[in-house]
């Protein structure tokens, strides 16, 4: 069975400082791993995703997620927090059910603060 | 190509009223998920449809049900509103083959009154 664990419900950085949202994984095969943005009132936007390929991937607005198959973990981070990364972020697991499809579990999200 | 169209966006019901949402995916896409978002509970999984067949459920109770048409769009149905079914209901759209990613509507914000 899998599982995604969000560790911190709520995360709050200063501008210009590292983000660090962390998530951990349970699975039972090779999986697929995805980190999701949501801003306020607004859908979720994929950030990235690693399928396994290169185990650091990048994503879109600078931000980048290292697997780590030892430690069952896939976190998230950012070098430099802005403003405008303040929003809620899902991390997701997906691992397949046979016949080249996919089942998903998502985290329970983690809020981002970002103090001026 | 057009993302995925959620109707209506705001919805403003009375208790005991019934609701029907709609939903129609990407293009070529067979996946359909729903998703109830509230400040309390977050974001939990309702139901997924996969080529008109519901293939997982979440932990909701009867009043909530869906279904899929052969084009892909879906439709999810609550009966019986209660107060605490105001949420964004989300849905989700994918190829749902290995390793690729879902995309998602704009939501539907449902206020029970």
């Known amino acids: 069975a899998q599982s995604v664990t969000q560790l911190d419900s709520h995360v709050s950085v200063s501008e210009g400082t590292p983000v660090l949202l962390r998530c951990n994984y349970s699975?039972?095969?090779?999986?697929?791993l995805f980190w999701y943005v949501q801003h306020p009132n607004k859908g979720l936007q994929l950030l990235l995703k690693?399928?396994?390929?290169?185990?650091l991937v990048k994503g879109i607005n600078g931000f980048e997620a290292e697997f780590k198959k030892s430690e069952t973990s896939f976190h998230l981070t950012k070098p430099s927090a802005h403003m405008s990364d303040a929003a809620e972020y899902f991390c997701?697991?997906?691992?397949?059910?046979?016949?080249?499809?996919?089942?998903?579990?998502f985290g329970t999200g983690t809020k981002l603060q970002v103090i001026p | 190509k057009a993302g995925v169209t959620q109707t209506p966006r705001y919805l403003i019901k009375t208790r005991g009223q019934q609701v029907t949402l709609s939903c129609s995916p990407i293009?070529?896409?067979?996946?359909v998920s729903w998703y109830q978002q509230t400040p309390g509970q977050g974001l939990q999984f309702l139901f997924e449809?996969?080529?008109?067949?519901?293939?997982n459920k979440g932990n909701f109770p009867g009043r909530f049900s869906g279904r899929q048409f052969s084009n892909s769009r879906s439709e999810m149905n609550v009966s019986t509103l209660e107060l605490g079914d105001s949420a964004l209901y989300l849905c989700?759209?994918?190829?749902?083959?290995?390793?690729?990613?879902?995309?998602f509507g704009q939501g539907t914000r449902l206020t029970v009154v």
């Open positions: 699975s039972s095969y090779s999986p697929s």
């Open positions: 293009s070529g896409h067979r996946s």
């Open positions: 989700a759209s994918s190829l749902s083959r290995e390793g690729t990613e879902a995309f």
């Open positions: 690693y399928t396994s390929a290169a185990t």
């Open positions: 997701v697991v997906s691992e397949g059910v046979g016949g080249g499809y996919q089942k998903v579990t």
């Open positions: 449809y996969f080529s008109e067949t519901q293939r």
